[in-house]
């Protein structure tokens, strides 16, 4: 855990922490503390368990996580040592004290700009009210940001998490199992989430959306994703798509793989891209709706007949891919029931009605439109 400190304003040091050497080794406390906390079960750990591994007073350890600038840079390096090593949690809820647990469940999704995720939150908002209460935050599309959001989310005390991510760090997935708290992660079926998923294979309905392309007579198929690096859904679109040419003796080119940013623009810049210059192809499936939207309207602004000249296929369908010129070829999920289950699956989980692993697949649909047809 990370504290942030501000410039130093002064303040007091306990006895005990200016007897701590400045070079102080944390291998044998930490060997002691470390096994204090095994031998309590599965406890959480307290405060007291980070004052002796760092060296200092339990008071010591309150002040820093309060205001960092009052402790020394040293002394502050080795609670955050301490912190990490022995996984503790500062309960920033008092009112929780008593059962260890809030009603509040929390949501984490990649962005809170992108359209696509706001079914799923409405999904989960309406099956939990009024009984529990949500608390929203966005990764980033980052696993260092999922691990933060995480870590403020186990601090404050929730009684669930819903993940629109299945791949995370390892600390992450220590972290939720360790807490003992209901997880549910909804962006992509694997085979080992944490403890539920539901949702959809992305990997599947990629190669859907290619062979559906193939069918209507397309074989130069670009394809578009966001960035696959700590996306695994965007990986898995990527693996579908390459399976759906494989499986029909297709030659996967490299060329026609790009990865662009989140936008409209973005979508417009990989399309001239794929059309102009020695790519030559005749269709682009773009893995999400932004990106597919910014394409089509790239492409009405230069003049390219949508699909004579280029035929264009995107993702995640929504309303308005439906009413743009011409109306997009696309991939639709039931995000919104998505979210529903996934709420509906961690109170279950709350009120002790379910155990153990489940994995529920709701599926997707091709949804054809305009922007391509049969050649």
Request: some cysteine; hydrophobic content about 40%; glycine content about 10%.
């Amino acid at each position: 855990m990370k504290i942030k400190r501000a410039e130093n304003v002064g303040g007091r040091r306990t006895k005990r922490d200016r007897a701590a050497p400045g070079n102080r080794s944390l291998g044998n406390d930490k060997v002691i503390a470390e096994a204090a906390i095994k031998v309590a079960g599965r406890r959480e750990a307290r405060m007291e368990d980070v004052a002796k591994l760092a060296g200092v007073s339990a008071m010591t350890v309150s002040r820093a996580l309060r205001n960092p600038a009052i402790v020394t840079p040293d002394t502050l390096e080795r609670i955050e040592q301490a912190i990490e090593t022995t996984g503790y949690l500062p309960n920033r809820i008092a009112g929780s004290l008593s059962s260890r647990r809030t009603n509040v469940i929390g949501l984490i999704v990649p962005s809170l700009r992108n359209a696509v995720f706001v079914e799923t939150i409405q999904g989960v908002a309406d099956v939990l009210s009024p009984q529990f209460d949500l608390m929203i935050a966005h990764s980033g599309y980052s696993l260092k940001g999922e691990e933060a959001a995480v870590l403020a989310f186990l601090s404050q005390r929730v009684c669930g998490i819903i993940l629109h991510n299945t791949k995370h760090t390892p600390r992450v997935r220590r972290l939720i199992r360790e807490a003992a708290v209901p997880c549910v992660e909804t962006g992509n079926l694997g085979s080992a989430p944490i403890e539920m998923a539901v949702g959809f294979s992305n990997r599947k309905a990629a190669c859907a959306m290619t062979e559906h392309l193939i069918g209507q007579g397309y074989r130069r198929i670009g394809f578009v994703s966001l960035p696959l690096k700590e996306n695994d859904r965007a990986f898995e679109r990527r693996a579908g798509y390459v399976e759906a040419l494989e499986g029909h003796h297709i030659k996967v080119d490299p060329l026609l793989m790009l990865e662009a940013r989140p936008g409209l623009v973005s979508g417009g810049e990989a399309l001239v891209n794929l059309v102009e210059g020695r790519r030559k192809v005749d269709a682009v499936f773009l893995t999400g709706d932004v990106l597919a939207t910014g394409a089509l309207l790239e492409a009405n602004r230069r003049g390219w007949k949508v699909p004579d000249h280029i035929a264009i296929a995107g993702s995640d369908d929504d309303e308005l891919q439906e009413n743009v010129s011409p109306p997009l070829t696309s991939i639709r999920f039931p995000r919104y029931e998505i979210g529903r289950r996934a709420a509906s699956m961690v109170m279950d989980r709350v009120a002790g009605r379910s155990s153990g692993s489940a994995i529920l697949d709701l599926g997707f649909e091709i949804i054809q439109r305009g922007s391509t047809k049969v050649r």
